[in-house]
C-alpha cells in the first residue's frame, strides 16, 4: 500500500502513540509509515482478548471452586501454558501441573512460592490468593 493509504483506524493503541508499518513511498521504495491502527486488525485483536479473558474467567471460576490452585489463574492472566511457565520457574512440567492441585499447592514451600511469584509479578502472599470478583480490565494491556 501506499503512505497516503496506511490505516489510520484507532484501535488498540488508542492515542498512546502509533505502530510503524512499511509503505510504499513516492519513489516506489518501501518507507517506514506511522498508523494508528487498522480496523481488520483492531476486530482480530478484540476477539483474542475474549478469548484470553474467557480462558480466565473459567480459571478464576475453579480456583474459586477449590479445583485448581491460584497458580492455574495467574498462568491464564499471564497467558502461559505448562510449558512456559515449567521453563520460567526452570521445573518439570508435571511438578508445574502437580503445583495447580490446591492439596499439593497449601504445602509448597516458600522458596517455590517465591519463584512463582517472581514470574508473576507478585509477592507469595499474593500468589496464595486471587481477587474476589473476575474482571476483564485486570488481564487486557498489561
Known sequence: MKVEEVPQDKGMIGDCGHEICYAIGDNGRYTLSPSLGWEAKNVVN???????????????????????????????????DIGLLARYVDMAKWRVKRHRRPEVFRRLPERILQRYAAVFGVSPTELKTIPKTFSPELIRHR
Open 46 to 80: 478484540d476477539q483474542a482478548w475474549a478469548v484470553i479473558a474467557e480462558e480466565t474467567r473459567r480459571m478464576h471460576q475453579l480456583v474459586q471452586s477449590g479445583t485448581l490452585s491460584p497458580i492455574a489463574y495467574y498462568q491464564a492472566k499471564h497467558q502461559m
